[in-house]
């Protein structure tokens, strides 16, 4: 068994900067991907982000390229997201997410149904 919880996030401003972090913990080799993605209320869960366990390979979608930042460190456990020039349209809940399907070749891990593995959701809200 995989766990993810997520800590972080908050209110903010357009233009502000927050961070959100996600720890792994369980059966961690297991997992071959993380990412983050977001539901905004009436809408449905959208992707944002994922890094490879293997490689550390990022895909970003257009909405946040230039804007947000994946990153883990060393030991591979901890994820993070770096969200700046933040805007209002990045309200959301942000769920922490980790795969245990193995994907090969470009553009992996960007489908919500290749991740089986998620976190409680934090809130992230930004005012105008």
């Known amino acids: 068994q995989v766990h993810l919880a997520e800590s972080g996030g908050g209110l903010g401003q357009a233009g502000d900067s927050l961070r959100l972090s996600c720890v792994r913990s369980g059966r961690t080799s297991s997992t071959h991907a993380m990412g983050w993605f977001r539901q905004a209320p009436g809408k449905a869960r959208e992707f944002v982000t994922s890094i490879t366990s293997s490689g550390g390979s990022t895909i970003y979608a257009d909405s946040v390229k230039g804007r947000f930042t994946i990153s883990r460190d060393v030991d591979g456990d901890t994820m993070h997201l770096q969200m700046n020039n933040l805007k209002p349209e990045d309200t959301a809940v942000y769920f922490c997410?980790?795969?245990?399907?193995?994907?090969?070749?470009?553009?992996?891990?960007?489908?919500?149904?290749?991740?089986?593995?998620w976190g409680q959701g934090i809130q992230v809200t930004v005012s105008s």
């Open positions: 997410a980790a795969s245990t399907q193995l994907c090969l070749g470009s553009g992996c891990y960007d489908q919500l149904f290749q991740f089986d593995i």
